[in-house]
C-alpha cells in the first residue's frame, strides 16, 4: 500500500518562485529514491481560525503563504531508505536547511497510510 508524507509550511510571498524552483530541483533525487508524486500547492483560500488553522500552525505571518505539500511513495520502506539517504547522500546537502525558501522550525510534518482513495 502507498505511503503519504505530508508538510504545511509558511513561505514568504516574495520567495514563491524560489520556492517552486526548489521544489523541481528536489523532484528528481525524492523519484530516484521510489517516490511516485509529489504536490506542491501554494494556498488561495486558507482562512485563519480562532482556535486552530493552518496559518495558526506554522506562525504565518501577513507577508507568507501557507502551502500544503505532499508525496506519494509506493510504501513505507522506500519513504524510509530515502529518508535514510538524507544522512549519507552528499546530493542531499543542496537542500539543506540553510539552502531552503522558508522557516523549516515552523514546517508541520508527518507519514500517513491512506485509508480510503476515490
Known amino acids: ?5 505530508g508538510f504545511v509550511i509558511a513561505v514568504p510571498n516574495a520567495r514563491k518562485d524560489d520556492y517552486i524552483a526548489f521544489s523541481r530541483a528536489c523532484w528528481p533525487l525524492f523519484q530516484e529514491f521510489g517516490a511516485v508524486s509529489m504536490r506542491e500547492c ?19 505571518s501577513p507577508e507568507e503563504t501557507v502551502v500544503f505539500s505532499w508525496i506519494e511513495w509506493p510504501d513505507k520502506s522506500a519513504r524510509d531508505a530515502c529518508m535514510a539517504s538524507m544522512e549519507s547522500d552528499p546530493r542531499w546537502e543542496a537542500f539543506g536547511p540553510d539552502k ?15 485509508v480510503f482513495a476515490a
Open 42 to 60: 501554494w494556498g488561495v483560500d486558507v482562512p485563519d481560525g480562532e482556535i486552530t488553522s493552518f496559518p495558526m500552525a506554522v506562525r504565518k
Open 100 to 114: 531552503v525558501p522558508f522557516d523549516g522550525k515552523r514546517m508541520i510534518f508527518g507519514g500517513f497510510e491512506p
Open 1 to 5: 500500500m502507498s505511503f503519504i508524507d
